[in-house]
């Protein structure tokens, strides 16, 4: 674990410096070696924060409702059509970073009633079929916009340069891993 853990430090540390020197940031706005992620797919940040940042490999997305990114409003039908939106703007947000439900290391749910734990859970579930990521669930008194529920993850996106581009196509040589 120690090691997983100093390995990844690592890789963080060194990546960052090569995020501020990339020079078309595209849809993607540097400051400070992070990248600010936002996609249209997904609704706008309701405040003064970033739909995510990505900070070297690890990738932080904040929170995100059952909200309809066209209207700006929770979607109707309760706790179990809120959880499948903010689902699916997740998966848009990670998609704008390269990153899928199969990078998500940790994830956060608040739940404004934990009697919808069942509910949120088979929806959840469906998302993260193979190794799950490590999960937090909060009872919360209430969340903005009258939401039930909202989630943020973590994820790992290997940073892909044109060198890791380039050595991904080479063929291996015998005898290297």
Do not use: W
């Amino acid at each position: 674990m120690k090691r997983t853990l100093a390995a990844l430090v690592a890789c963080l540390l060194l990546s960052v410096p090569a995020l501020a020197e990339e020079k078309d940031p595209g849809p993607k706005e540097r400051h400070r070696g992070k990248q600010v992620i936002t996609t249209q797919d997904a609704p706008p940040a309701i405040g003064p924060y970033s739909q995510a940042i990505q900070a070297g490999p690890l990738l932080f997305v904040s929170g995100s409702l059952g909200m309809d990114p066209a209207t700006g409003k929770i979607v109707a039908g309760g706790v179990a059509a809120e959880t499948e939106q903010s689902l699916k703007n997740l998966g848009a947000i990670l998609g704008a970073a390269g990153a899928s439900f199969d990078s998500v290391v940790k994830t956060t749910i608040f739940l404004t009633e934990m009697a919808d734990f069942s509910t949120v859970n088979e929806i959840y579930a469906k998302r993260f079929a193979g190794a799950p990521p490590a999960r937090s669930t909060v009872a919360v008194k209430e969340l903005p916009r009258g939401g039930k529920v909202e989630i943020e993850v973590t994820a790992f996106v290997p940073h892909r340069g044109k060198r890791a581009e380039r050595d991904a196509d080479a063929p291996r040589k015998p005898g290297r891993d």
